[in-house]
């Protein structure tokens, strides 16, 4: 067995050669001491170069450097007695230290750097972001949509249900359904063209699974069924209304892929479906009203001249009566509930020579809206009421009222000013156009009408007849007349004309005899 000298030992050895072997010769005649420490009686310590005299000697100081060294055989002592030692005692064998195991090498993988983002990626983020803000707001809806059907109401586009929905959004401080719509039609419209492609794929993907998951008459019946829940809807009352939902359904479709679902292509069906039948119950209806209509012409009263008195009312005037029983006395002492004449259509009536005119030669129509079709009809003559002229009351005069264009010295002018002032009057439901009556007043017509260069020339000449009316009337009858329409209709005026604007004017009817009505008022859409 081999042995070994431990580090200790070594280190010993190496102090004990470099002792022995050292070049310095002179350490043998180092001690040489140049004076004597000597100690006084009283402990005090002083140097001598000889003998201590007033003192005794205690120890010699050398004043070479090397002088306090130790010497030789002192310092090799310690080294001598551990080399003694280490040959006595045998040495520590060492464990074999083992090999080192090789371990893998751990190699850390960095991950790439993103590399930075295209206009195209950019344009992609911003987007998906803003769409992810639209989906939180269509997320909050359907909470909303959820309230509002617990407490029995539907979410329809108009309604009940429509009008809470709106609230709720406006209280909460979010879009409302008709600017959401908005919000996600323009979204849509900029969806990034890779993004638009794939969710394409996916959307036709879905839609042609759930039609797969249907059959033909399946389908038939979910488009039936939505038809009859059309039918028992409160918020599609006109063909109007029925257009107007089957084009804004069409344009979701259209501009939002994500809204072509089966649902929703049912829902589309049913809807055109309804409208056809609609439009065919409409003209059903025209037809029956037409054959009605070609009774009514043959009833219609055909005047040579204006019915009337076109002179002042000999009976009596009673001013402590009612306005409107004031003004029906009148109507009725001066003639003028005559039924007006009937024509089929407003064409017609504007071929007509008896009527008056523009300065420009072009008919001069009126346009006269009511909340019911049935007021209508009564104006025209027909009607349970039919041989009534009832008396209205306005701010220009009490008697019937329309409107129609400017009284531009040209002529002119575009009316369908008068024709939204018209079918502003009439109140939801049904059709406006049969609310709406068109009409002219007869050539002979007694008619007051006012000249002057632009509207306030104009005005300012009503403001003076209008006091002159009532003057004329108070000195006549010996009462006092506060209103122009009635003084007029007792001085024997079938109708005056009311300055209002640059695009319109009314008119006070007075003597419905001097009025040719058209039973089609063909009211554009406006």
């Known amino acids: 067995m081999q042995g070994s000298f431990s580090e200790q030992s070594l280190e010993s050895y190496k102090e004990l050669v470099q002792e022995s072997f050292s070049t310095n010769f002179s350490e043998l005649d180092m001690e040489v001491y140049d004076y004597t420490r000597c100690v006084r009686a009283d ?51 060492k464990a074999p230290v083992p090999a080192p195991v090789a371990t893998p090498a751990v190699r850390t993988v960095k991950k790439p750097r993103a590399a930075p983002l295209t206009a195209e990626g950019k344009a992609e983020k911003k987007w998906l972001a803003q769409k992810d803000k639209l989906d939180a707001i269509e997320a909050e809806h359907a909470k909303m949509i959820a309230e509002v059907e617990a407490q029995g109401h539907k979410v329809y586009a108009t309604g009940t ?100 679902t089966l649902k929703n292509r049912v829902a589309l069906t049913a809807m055109r479906s309804f409208r056809a039948q609609m439009v065919r119950e409409a003209r059903l209806k025209r037809e029956e009203k037409y054959r009605s209509l070609d009774e009514l012409l043959k009833e219609s009263p055909k005047y040579d001249r204006t019915p009337g008195s076109r002179e002042p009312m000999k009976a009596k005037y009673n001013d402590s009566e009612r306005e409107q029983k004031r003004l029906e006395k009148i109507y009725e002492a001066q003639g003028f509930n005559a039924k007006p004449e009937l024509v089929r259509s407003r064409t017609e009536l504007e071929q007509r020579r008896d009527i008056l005119r523009q300065p420009d030669g072009g008919a001069l129509i009126l346009y006269r809206g009511v909340s019911e079709e049935s007021f209508a009809r009564q104006f025209q003559g027909s009607g349970p009421d039919g041989n009534r002229h009832y008396p209205g009351r306005g701010v220009h005069g009490n008697g019937t009222y329309a409107a129609s264009v400017d009284g531009h010295p040209k002529g002119g002018g575009d009316p ?93 009817i007075l003597n419905r005899g001097a009025v040719i009505a058209a039973q089609d008022s063909q009211l554009p859409d406006l």
């Open 43 to 93: 402990g005090t310590v002083y140097g001598s170069r000889g003998k201590c005299r007033k003192g005794r000697e205690t120890a010699a100081v050398a004043s070479h450097p090397q002088a306090q060294r130790k010497s030789t055989a002192a310092r090799m002592a310690p080294a001598a007695e551990k080399l003694e030692s280490s040959k006595q005692t045998p040495a520590k064998v």
């Open 161 to 260: 249900g429509a009008s809470m929905l709106h609230r709720m959004a406006k209280e909460r401080g979010i879009a409302t359904p008709a600017q959401l719509s908005s919000m996600r039609i323009k979204l849509f419209q900029q969806e990034p063209e890779r993004i638009k492609k794939e969710r394409l794929a996916e959307e036709e993907k879905k839609r042609l699974s759930e039609i797969a998951g249907t059959t033909r008459e399946q389908r038939k019946g979910m488009v039936r069924e939505r038809i009859e829940e059309l039918k028992k809807s409160k918020y599609l009352d006109t063909l109007k209304d029925v257009n107007n939902n089957v084009e804004m359904m069409k344009k979701w479709i259209e501009t939002d892929p994500s809204m072509d």
């Open 416 to 508: 369908k000013y008068a024709q939204r002032t018209a079918s502003s009057y009439t109140s939801s439901g049904g059709n406006p156009k049969d609310k709406v009556t068109a009409f002219a007043l007869r050539s002979d017509a007694n008619v007051v009408q006012f000249e002057g260069a632009n509207p306030a020339l104009r005005d300012l000449e009503y403001s003076k007849w209008s006091r002159e009316i009532r003057k004329q009337a108070s000195e006549k009858f010996g009462a006092e007349f506060n209103d122009q329409g009635e003084a007029a209709a007792a001085m024997g005026i079938h109708a005056y004309r009311v300055p209002i604007s640059s695009d319109e004017d009314y008119w006070i």
